[in-house]
């Protein structure tokens, strides 16, 4: 497997994998990064790289993440991967290029699209439909029936009550709890809407 990213997100990633998947190289556009968890940092992809193994977009920023998955999607298979602690439901679906940590649960019906991070000890219960390019920090809880649009981020032990939407592009903060919809583009902190932010998925 390659690897992009070299920071906080690509240590966590190459910490899950490298006792049981090879890591082919690892890239980063930052030129300062040169070791990572002691591999060897290869710089800035190439535009004739050829893989010849699947890749990782170790990028924890939605926008980003997105960015590199649209200019790289026609050149490699982006591989997913499931922490051997998780519950990942057999009757669930996964979408390419996603992780699902440490102690996560995700259970029956539910769907999640491209290039998804669901962080350690993260709850997604039943049928819950998760967009791409999400971002679900550690110990947030979806309850049943939940729907994230594209990009969205939900902080670090946040709680979405059932049957809620939210939209694509939005911010949950840290400890909310989100009881209603919330329309795309918007943040919700503590237990009510702030704003409507500027569009920045594309």
Same mark, same amino acid.
């Not at 049943?144 to 709680?159: D, P």
């Given at each position: 497997?390659?690897?992009?990213?070299?920071?906080?997100?690509?240590?966590?990633?190459?910490?899950?994998?490298?006792?049981?998947?090879?890591?082919?190289?690892?890239?980063?556009?930052?030129?300062?990064?040169?070791e990572v968890l002691g591999y060897p940092v290869l710089g800035y992809l190439p535009d004739e790289f050829i893989f010849n193994s699947d890749l990782f977009i170790a990028i924890g920023d939605n926008?980003?993440?997105? #960015?590199?998955?649209?200019?790289?999607?026609?050149?490699?298979?982006?591989?997913?991967?499931?922490?051997?602690? #998780?519950?990942?439901?057999?009757?669930?679906?996964?979408?390419?290029?996603c992780v699902v940590m440490e102690g996560s649960i995700i259970k029956v019906g539910c769907s999640l699209g491209e290039q998804v991070i669901v962080n350690t000890g993260a709850s997604i219960d039943?049928?819950?439909?998760?967009?791409?390019?999400?971002?679900?920090?550690?110990?947030?809880? !979806?309850?049943?029936?939940?729907? !994230?649009?594209?990009?969205? !981020?939900?902080?670090?032990?946040?709680?979405?009550?059932?049957?809620?939407?939210?939209? #694509?592009?939005?911010?949950?903060?840290?400890? #909310?709890?989100?009881?209603?919809?919330?329309?795309?583009?918007?943040?919700?902190?503590?237990?009510?809407?702030?704003?409507?932010? !500027?569009?920045?998925?594309?």
């Open positions: 497997m390659y690897v992009y990213g070299a920071s906080g997100h690509g240590r966590v990633i190459i910490d899950m994998i490298d006792s049981y998947e090879k890591i082919h190289g690892i890239f980063d556009d930052d030129p300062s990064k040169k926008g980003v993440r997105r #960015a590199l998955s649209k200019r790289l999607h026609h050149r490699v298979t982006f591989a997913s991967i499931i922490h051997e602690s #998780a519950i990942f439901s057999r009757r669930a679906e996964l979408g390419s290029g039943h049928d819950c439909l998760i967009g791409d390019f999400v971002h679900i920090a550690p110990q947030a809880t !979806l309850c049943g029936g939940i729907q !994230l649009g594209e990009g969205t !981020l939900i902080g670090a032990n946040a709680i979405i009550l059932p049957g809620v939407k939210i939209g #694509a592009w939005c911010t949950i903060g840290a400890g #909310a709890i989100v009881h209603q919809d919330v329309p795309d583009h918007s943040t919700w902190i503590g237990n009510r809407l702030q704003d409507k932010r !500027l569009k920045i998925g594309g």
